[in-house]
């Protein structure tokens, strides 16, 4: 099983930028496609963005795209999560979680996909 753990918040500025890890411990962590998650005071968690394991290729919410993009040092065992143009909305405790299922070819949005989830790491966008 993969054990995550994120790091990398903190406070911002609007129009700023932050860059999230997430570090993973366990087995054959390359095999499984990682998702970030956020959650808001008072709001559901909802999908930000998803890599898969086997190119990379990367799938993002609506309301990131253009602005934060994901990316995977399998040599390191982390997934970045890279935060540009920052909104006041994008204040939220960030996750990010693994899809348990290994070599899977379809990359996730849905929440119920993924399991292995890290602490969570807080962001704070200030206007």
């Known amino acids: 099983q993969v054990q995550l753990v994120e790091s990398g918040g903190g406070w911002v500025q609007a129009g700023g930028s932050l860059r999230l890890s997430c570090a993973a411990s366990g087995v054959a962590f390359r095999s499984f496609n990682i998702g970030w998650f956020r959650q808001a005071p008072g709001k559901d968690r909802e999908f930000v963005a998803a890599i898969r394991w086997s190119d990379s290729r990367i799938i993002c919410a609506d309301s990131v795209k253009g602005r934060f993009t994901v990316s995977r040092d399998n040599a390191k065992n982390t997934v970045y999560l890279q935060m540009n143009s920052l909104k006041p909305e994008d204040t939220a405790v960030y996750y990010c979680?693994?899809?348990?299922?290994?070599?899977?070819?379809?990359?996730?949005?849905?929440?119920?996909?993924?399991?292995?989830w890290g602490q969570g790491t807080q962001v704070t966008v200030s206007s």
């Open positions: 979680a693994a899809d348990p299922r290994p070599w899977v070819p379809v990359l996730s949005n849905e929440l119920a996909q993924y399991d292995c």
